[in-house]
């Protein structure tokens, strides 16, 4: 079965400040690789989705690298804003199934 | 606006009632999830669907049902049997399935307190 992990739980930075998320899975027989923020209270809103086939994605200030065969990805957040204090989960489709990480909870300091 | 409505955002009920939740879309969909969250924990699929009239069980589908009588409609009734409701609730809906390779997109939620 798929395991996801994503590590730290919990991170605290100073506003502007360059930072990285990391999510690592057990099965490289993944399709596709998602990230998503969620707000308190509310559901998850989908930031980027890399292809198994690409190698790294970009959104804005928002770039995600994947390397399958090591069954790791990134997200590198530039500049960090208050606004980007959020919980930052990845998700991998595997089988029939999507699997979760329990995220990363991001604290950006004024 | 295309999107996924989950109603109503917070639900209060007593124990031994049963309870149901609402999943809408309009994005055309196929298929439709119902996920758990609880404080600490990853996501868990309750139940899925890729096609109208049919749904699978997830992990945890114990003491939860579902229909699917409508391509944008993922009810999910919480019974008395499930032990320990009160949650976060998410329903989510793809393209397709897991394999179809499209973005998965979420509603707002519901959470739900069982006193």
């Known amino acids: 079965k798929q395991e996801v992990t994503q590590i730290p739980a919990a991170l605290s930075v100073p506003e502007g400040e360059n930072l990285v998320l990391n999510c690592s899975f057990t099965d490289s027989a993944i399709y596709n690789l998602q990230w998503f923020r969620q707000d308190p209270g509310k559901g998850l809103t989908s930031?980027?989705?890399?292809?198994?086939?690409?190698?790294?994605?970009?959104?804005?200030?928002?770039n995600a690298s994947l390397d399958k065969s090591s069954g790791r990805s990134t997200l590198y957040i530039a500049a960090s804003q208050p606004g980007d204090s959020a919980t930052y989960l990845c998700a991998v489709p595997t089988g029939n199934q999507f699997y979760f990480g329990t995220g990363t909870s991001l604290t950006v300091i004024p | 606006d295309g999107g996924i409505t989950q109603s109503p955002k917070y639900l209060f009920r007593k124990e031994g009632q049963n309870v149901t939740l609402s999943c809408?879309?309009?994005?055309n969909h196929d298929a439709m999830y119902w996920y758990r969250q609880d404080p600490g924990q990853g996501l868990r699929l309750i139940y899925y669907s890729q096609?109208?009239?049919?749904?699978?069980?997830?992990?945890i589908a114990e003491g939860y049902s579902v229909s699917r009588e409508k391509k944008e409609s993922f009810p999910l009734t919480v019974?008395?049997?499930?032990?320990?409701?009160?949650?976060?609730?998410?329903?989510?809906?793809?393209m397709g399935g897991p394999a179809f390779n499209s973005p998965l997109h979420f509603?707002?939620?519901?959470?739900?307190?069982v006193t």
């Open chain 2, 24 to 27: 809408e879309q309009n994005l």
């Open chain 2, 79 to 94: 019974t008395s049997a499930q032990k320990n409701p009160t949650a976060f609730y998410l329903c989510a809906s793809s």
């Open chain 2, 107 to 113: 509603g707002n939620g519901t959470r739900l307190t």
């Open chain 1, 47 to 62: 930031l980027l989705l890399i292809q198994s086939s690409q190698r790294e994605q970009t959104s804005g200030r928002l």
């Open chain 2, 51 to 59: 096609i109208v009239n049919d749904f699978q069980k997830g992990d």
